[in-house]
């Protein structure tokens, strides 16, 4: 699908149809999956290619608004079977998903394939996704300075641990919420399981913690930031990703990983979430402005700026 343009990101992950149950609505079978909300967010600042299966039930139309926004197709593989589908819910705590129902479909049968032009790409994110695809895909990128980041979940750590400790090894970031920390590293407390992880390869671990914001630990610096404080959020699905979208989004339009655009980029992957939370599914993503995107950040910059004391 597409045309097999050099990209700067690469994300590996899900087209799912989401069926959501959250206490202001619910929606049946709409376009998800951690790669589309991944590069609904991502696309804002750079150039991105997907890598993910859809089923012969997929309508194509669902990702025109991501070839508008030049997101590369050609790693989306049209497989025989139904597309990947997941029904969660949502009580009043906005900030946990309950998984109702996880229909792998043509998931079971995919292997990812890069396209040669997405083989040299600076950045890979590892969406939410089977860690042996995730190790596959490590597998065949050709860039050796390439920054990969990986996110995963209950799912995964539970089915497939072995496979998960194996690449989280190989990677440079770990995107995972409070719960999932909590049970990779086996730790309670959010920094020790942070450093845990730290030993087991990664080079800087980002917490999501909700409405909470955001803790991210390297070996340098520990750095924390609440969620863009907003008076109503509609539908949580995909915050996780439109974070991680904006994170590795930016880091790639500054072309660099220092600590000071990290905690740039970690701001604006709050921003992209908040966005994201005010409608179902990706729809926020789809009328979002880059104007609309810098207005908050400064909003944002303002809400946690405080100056030096006097004492
Ligand atoms: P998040 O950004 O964490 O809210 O992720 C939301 C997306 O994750 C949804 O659109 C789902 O389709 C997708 N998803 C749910 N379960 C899984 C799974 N086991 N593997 C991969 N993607 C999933």
């Known amino acids: 699908m597409g045309n097999g343009n050099v990209v700067s990101v690469v994300t590996i992950g899900t087209i799912a149809y989401d069926s959501i149950q959250t206490p202001f609505g619910e929606t049946d079978c709409i376009a998800g999956g ?16 997907i890598v993910a299966p859809v089923g012969e039930d997929f309508d194509v139309c669902e990702l025109s608004f991501l070839r508008e926004r030049n997101v590369d197709l050609s790693g989306v593989e049209v497989l025989n079977g139904r597309t990947f589908r997941w029904k969660g819910r949502y009580g009043y705590d906005l900030n946990t998903a ?22 040299y790409a600076d950045f890979i994110f590892l969406a939410n996704v089977d860690p042996e695809l995730q190790s596959c895909a490590i597998d065949q990128i050709k860039n050796r300075e390439a920054y990969v980041a990986l996110d995963t979940m209950d799912f995964w750590i539970e089915s497939k641990r072995d496979a998960l400790m194996e690449v989280i090894k190989r990677v440079d970031m770990i995107v995972v919420n409070e719960a999932e920390l909590r049970q990779i590293s086996m730790e309670y407390n959010l920094l020790k399981g942070a450093k845990k992880i ?7 671990v980002v917490v999501k913690r909700g409405e909470y914001g955001i803790l991210m630990v390297n070996d340098e610096e520990v750095f924390l930031c609440p969620a863009y404080p907003l008076e109503e959020v509609f539908d949580p699905t995909g915050a996780g990703d439109t974070f991680a979208g904006g994170l590795i989004g930016y880091l790639s339009n500054v072309g660099s990983v220092s600590n000071q655009t990290l905690k740039q980029a970690a701001i604006m992957g709050c921003v992209m979430a908040s966005f994201n939370v005010e409608d179902f599914g990706a729809k926020r993503m789809k009328s979002l402005t880059h104007k609309e995107i810098k207005e908050r950040y400064s909003l944002f910059k303002k809400c946690v700026e405080f100056s030096d004391l006097k004492l």
Request: glycine residues 4%; positive net charge; proline residues 7%.
């Open 34 to 49: 951690s790669a589309l909300h991944f590069a609904s967010s991502a696309s804002f600042f750079t150039s991105v290619g």
């Open 98 to 119: 309950i998984t109702l129902e996880t229909s792998l479909n043509v998931l079971k049968d995919f292997k990812p394939h890069l396209p040669e032009s997405y083989r």
């Open 198 to 204: 730290l030993s087991m390869g990664p080079k800087t």
